[in-house]
């Protein structure tokens, strides 16, 4: 991990966003920031430079909006120290900023947990970006391992106390919006720009169209804790199919969605509308053992992470992971990568500005990965990891 005030990358093929890119691009990074990209440019003499790789791919740094934890750190421990455990972590995987994401627990950790992220900054590691509530206003019908006895309908006022004790970082929360008071609390987030998505959610069609038109914006992990499709009902999964605007994220590690499904959903929803996540928690980087989540004992065997009773419990999957499993989908190229990993992601949070595009005045969060998807180097607002 090293900080160099301005450097240069040179070589490869950047992809800038998800519809342009520059072959051998020479790319200045100034103070954490890009300066400048440019075709077959050289570097003045005396300067650093990092060469890449003739088939070397240059992306911007991914965004995971949807993370517990990492290498025995989870968001509820509310430690600061956990949170810059998680952050330091996921460089080596190419995410450079994150989502610190809860689950339903009393109203004594989870407040703690929001309070520590709400004032969480860092100056190294990926960017924390935000939190993302997830729970405690979701349905019991799909509570997958959600602890069941710590679930709270929907409350408007009870959100605001806690948007007010994360000092206005809760970015996404996921819910159930046919609950009880849910369309009200949807229009709350409408109103204060807060991303609304279904997840852990047995509504119906007509529940979900309600959701849309009230300001439902996003999906939480397509399939996992959701209303399935059925061709006399069609649910949360068909009403995603169905919309034409819903942003749904995907855990692509093989094991929540079947490869064929996730296929099919990008053939469905295509590069625009899908967000790669990993849902992972504390364990991921640990290998085989049992770890906490929410006070309940996970157990992670052969990349699985299980509840007692078998219920998927978060994943241990690396955002890398994800995208060489997407690289082997037969319409999927580099820029589609792009949009799946970081593009959609930052224009949902509102930060098309600075993140998800490699373009002057944009944060300097980049990934080297070479052509079959394994990472090299990670730059965090220009900051080197090297895997």
């Not at 994150?98 to 860092?122: D, P, Y």
Request: with cysteine.
């Amino acid at each position: 991990m090293t900080m160099q005030k301005e450097f240069y990358l040179k070589g490869g093929t950047a992809f800038i966003d998800g519809d342009s890119s520059v072959q051998d691009p020479l790319i200045k990074i100034s103070h954490g920031r890009i300066e400048f990209i440019q075709e077959h440019g050289e570097a003045p003499s005396g300067t650093t430079v990092y060469r890449a790789g003739e088939n070397d791919v240059i992306l911007p740094g991914f965004i995971d909006i949807h993370i517990h934890g990492a290498d025995g750190a989870d968001t509820m421990d509310g430690d600061p120290g956990a949170l810059r455990t998680i952050a330091d972590f996921l460089p080596q995987e190419g995410v450079t900023s994150f989502l610190a994401t809860t689950i339903t627990s009393n109203r004594e950790i989870t407040e703690r947990a929001l309070q520590t992220a709400g004032r969480f900054t860092s100056a190294s590691g990926a960017e924390l970006l935000g939190i993302h509530l997830e729970g405690p206003f979701i349905s019991r019908k799909q509570a997958g391992a959600q602890p069941v006895e710590h679930i709270t309908p929907p409350d408007v006022e009870l959100f605001k106390r806690w948007q007010k004790l994360a000092e206005n970082r809760i970015r996404l929360v996921t819910l159930a919006p046919e609950e009880p008071n849910g369309l009200d609390l949807l229009k709350h987030f409408r109103e204060t720009g807060v991303i609304g998505s279904a997840g852990h959610s047995h509504a119906s069609y007509e529940e979900m169209q309600a959701a849309l038109e009230n300001g439902l914006s996003h999906a939480t992990h397509l399939f996992n804790g959701m209303r399935p499709l059925h061709h006399r009902e069609p649910g949360v999964v068909g009403s995603i199919y169905l919309s034409s605007s819903l942003k749904a994220e995907l855990i692509l590690d093989g094991i929540h969605v079947r490869p064929e499904v996730a296929r099919l959903s990008h053939q469905v929803l295509g590069s625009d509308r899908l967000i790669l996540i990993t849902d992972a928690i504390r364990g991921k980087g640990l290998g085989n053992g049992t770890f906490d989540l929410g006070g309940q004992e996970v157990s992670i065997h052969d990349g699985e992470a299980r509840l007692s009773d078998g219920t998927l419990a978060g994943s241990v999957l690396k955002m890398d992971e994800a995208v060489r499993r997407l690289l082997t989908f037969p319409a999927v190229r580099w820029p589609d990568v792009v949009k799946m990993t970081s593009q959609n992601a930052a224009a949902s949070l509102g930060l098309h500005d600075r993140k998800g595009k490699l373009a002057e005045g944009y944060d300097a969060d980049i990934v080297i990965m070479s052509e079959d998807g394994h990472v090299i180097k990670t730059f965090c607002r220009g900051e080197e990891y090297e895997n």
